[in-house]
């Protein structure tokens, strides 16, 4: 009973102080929840002390207070502000804004139809899909076909050549060769992948008609491949002599490879596909479905890295192939992001959002009104399919509601104005607008249904706003207040001083008959007969970069070579270096300490200039809003 009542003391004091307030800014409180949300995002791996909590408070503070005036003038009401947020909000929305559920079970879905690949027929019943007796009628004679084959009148095969719509089925029989997730449309997909083999399954439609499928094989997936190729072209339809030709060169090129000339050589000597020969014959990696049958299964049945092929003969040529890469399915984790893209490209991204509308149905209160529904579509239906509907009045009658939210037939009517077009279903434009007004509606409530999406829009709510005034009070004031930069600059020049200085000219020469001639011709500069430009293309005439010329003012640190000898005028003695080179300063002018001009430091004038500003801006922030720190409860994070 001790023990219980210890745990439940201990429990009510972690709430108590979770709850308490760590920071108070003229009567706005951040509570230590806020606090730790925030400090945690930045200090993972920092051990936490007195001074640290010191140090970060402090910039806690000056964070919060520049908020606090942002908002005093008014910041989070420009519409340049909100237009910005609302950009950030949709994107933070996002990942809230799904059936998670659903889109794991996809994902799950995905990556184990990936591991396996089928081998599949089709039969094909094209027809015109807005026409809902076509329809009918083509799923009829897809159901005829079925029933006809499996009473034994006729093969798969023969129904394929006789019956489908698909013009490879005539010299394929709607073979369509092994194929993996996301190669084939999602419905058409799942079919193959849940049809037993040797069976043929019910008429599925997609967006080309109804298909009939015959599942002949499935096998663990065989990944991707890299390959490379010598091929000699014959073409689809070529004569038994020119195939003959072919063949004799790619046995002519076998030979070659098999006496250890190199695949990539022989490739670009001898290979017609010239596109790949530059290339050493490489291909793109490649999966199943890719290339034709032949290929793909020569491809894959290689099994050592660097092993080639035999000629084989395909509709294009006579081929010899080299393994250069094999990939087999990477771990989920490695692919997972890949997968969510392929799915937001496919169809079953509208699978996933209809699952997100059917969660939305079931988690709130939807009521439609049929009365009022009923009235418009009636009056309405025929203007909507023309495309011609036009919002002749105002209705504010409550068409639905959702939760407490009423929903006006002019709502309904707005959203017909912007969304139809010749040829629209009404009653399939009230079922999409019920969708959207349950995905606003959802919207509306997550920072009530999400505390940690709340808090990530507040940090970036208050970031912009940060960022905005800070802007302005220190950032660009510090560029734009030419006045007050210039009197900065001056009440603090002596921040800015050069230290001593030379110019001087360094003479980098890659031998030693380089630099004496590089020396005649400093003598030379110095009684004004030359200049560096013309002694830089004289000695570099017949051998580019036999010397190198760098002229500047050096400040100890900026050259080694500057450095190492003693700064008076002249020119110094040769500084040999050990990969046999000469450097030779010439020291023009002595250069004692002296305040930098403005333009000289201006970078650094403006940097200061803007710690100053914000400086002061800071002190008379502390100076007008109260601040109540509670070090109590900021404490107690030291562990």
């Known amino acids: 009973m001790r023990k219980i009542i210890l745990i439940f003391i201990l429990v009510v004091f972690t709430i108590k102080l979770t709850a308490e307030n760590v920071l108070t800014i003229e009567g706005e409180n951040i509570t230590l929840e806020e606090f ?7 200090n993972e791996e920092i051990e936490i002390t007195k001074e640290y909590l010191d140090e970060y408070i402090n910039l806690f503070v000056n964070f919060k207070l520049k908020v606090r005036e942002a908002k005093e003038l008014g910041y989070d009401t420009l519409s340049s502000f909100i237009t910005e947020l609302e950009g950030y909000r949709k994107q933070l929305a996002k990942p809230y804004l799904k059936n998670n559920d659903f889109d794991l079970n996809m994902l799950n879905e995905a990556y184990s139809r990936m591991k396996i690949d089928v081998r599949a027929s089709h039969i094909l019943f094209s027809f015109d899909q807005e026409n809902q007796e076509n329809d009918k009628s083509a799923y009829q004679k897809a159901l005829d076909v079925r029933k006809d084959i499996l009473n034994g009148n006729l093969t798969f095969l023969e ?39 040797g069976d043929i399954s019910m008429p599925v439609k997609t967006k080309y008609g109804y298909h009939l499928v015959k599942v002949h094989d499935r096998r663990e997936a065989l990944g991707k491949v890299k390959v490379a190729h010598i091929m000699f072209k014959t073409g689809k339809g070529a004569n038994k002599s020119k195939i003959e030709e072919a063949n004799e060169k790619a046995n002519k090129v076998l030979e070659l490879l098999n006496n250890g000339e190199k695949f990539a050589d022989v490739a670009e000597r001898f290979s017609e596909d010239r596109s790949t020969a530059v290339k050493g014959g490489e291909l793109p990696v490649f999966g199943v479905g890719k290339m034709v049958p032949k290929f793909e299964e020569m491809a894959f049945s290689l099994v050592n890295i660097g092993d080639f092929s035999d000629p084989f003969l395909t509709d294009y040529g006579w081929h010899i192939i080299k393994l250069l890469e094999k990939k087999p399915i990477a771990e989920f984790s490695e692919i997972k992001s890949d997968i969510k893209r392929l799915i937001s490209q496919d169809s079953r991204s509208e699978l996933s959002k209809q699952a997100l509308f059917d969660k939305l149905r079931n988690s709130y209160k939807v009521k439609n009104r049929p009365t009022e529904y009923r009235k418009f579509r009636k009056k309405f239906a025929l203007k909507v399919s023309e495309g011609n509907f036009i919002k002749s009045s105002v209705n504010t009658t409550t068409f639905l509601s959702i939760e407490d939210l009423s929903i006006s037939v002019n709502e309904f009517a707005e959203y017909i104005l912007k969304n139809q077009q010749k040829g ?8 999409d607008f019920v969708d959207q007004q349950l995905l606003k509606y959802e919207d509306s409530k997550l920072e009530v249904k ?30 734009e207040d030419t006045i007050g930069l210039q009197n900065f600059y001056i009440k603090n020049s002596n921040n800015y001083v050069w230290e001593d200085r030379v110019n001087a000219t360094v003479y980098t020469c890659v031998d030693l008959s380089t630099a004496k001639l ?13 200049t560096d430009e013309e002694i830089l293309k004289e000695v570099n005439d017949d051998s580019p970069l036999s010397v190198q010329i760098n002229a500047k003012k050096f400040v100890k640190g900026d050259n080694k070579y ?37 333009d000289e430091t201006r970078g650094k004038v403006i940097s200061d200039y803007q710690s100053y500003l914000e400086s002061e801006w800071i002190s008379y922030l502390k100076s007008k809003y109260s601040i109540k720190i509670n070090f109590e409860v900021l404490y107690s994070l030291i562990k």
């Open 562 to 598: 500057v450095d190492s000898i003693t700064w008076k005028l002249g020119i110094s003695k040769d500084i040999v270096l050990e990969n046999g080179s000469y450097v030779i300063v010439d020291i023009n002018e002595l250069l004692p300490s002296a305040i930098k001009t403005l």
């Open 518 to 530: 590089v020396k005649r011709l400093i003598h030379k500069k110095h009684r004004n007969k030359i």
């Open 450 to 479: 999400y505390p940690e999406y709340k808090a990530l829009l507040k940090e970036y709510r208050e970031g912009i706003l940060l960022f905005n005034l800070t802007n302005k009070k220190v950032w660009l004031k510090a560029v």
């Open 424 to 431: 629209s279903d009404i009653d399939k434009m009230y079922i």
């Open 159 to 197: 129904a394929a050549k006789k019956y489908s719509t698909d013009k490879s089925a005539a010299y394929n029989g709607g073979d369509l060769g092994y194929f993996t997730a996301f190669m084939m449309v999602y419905d058409f997909e799942t079919v193959a992948y849940e049809t037993s083999i």
């Open 36 to 42: 730790k949300n925030i400090f945690y995002k930045n």
